[in-house]
């Protein structure tokens, strides 16, 4: 599986920003359960944001509910983050992960995610 993350930079607080993660593949067993995750070299990975492929049924995570918003194009096999209200906190590197899921109880926030793309760089300035 290969993961393409797209679309990150630099933007003032307040501002917005979409990601795209394109995967190679539309599997039941790889890819159905994508999510977006977030570090710093200071803080440990943090979930952002995880979706169910198949219906799109998403959970996002506390700390961005209300700002961010996941959503899936199953026609171009991409998954997006759309990241409004930037804060200065929101600067870290962007990971877009897979897995396998057969329901939405297989692609929570606490899930584990085998498949890893190599990440885009947020920066939010004050």
């Known amino acids: 599986v290969q993961l393409v993350e797209s679309g990150g930079g630099s933007v003032q607080s307040g501002g917005s920003l979409r990601l795209s993660c394109e995967a190679s593949e539309y599997t039941s067993t790889r890819t159905s359960c994508m999510g977006w995750f977030r570090q710093t070299p200071k803080t440990e990975r943090e979930v952002v944001a995880t979706?169910?492929?198949?219906?799109?049924?998403?959970h996002v995570a506390d700390s961005v509910r209300g700002r961010f918003t996941i959503s899936r194009d199953n026609g171009v096999s991409t998954v997006y983050l759309e990241m409004t209200s930037l804060k200065p906190e929101d600067t870290a590197m962007y990971y877009c992960a897979s897995r396998g899921a057969l329901t939405i109880s297989d692609c929570l926030l606490e899930s584990d995610f085998a498949y890893w793309g190599r990440g885009t760089q947020v920066t939010v300035s004050s």
């Open positions: 979706i169910w492929r198949v219906d799109g049924a998403s």
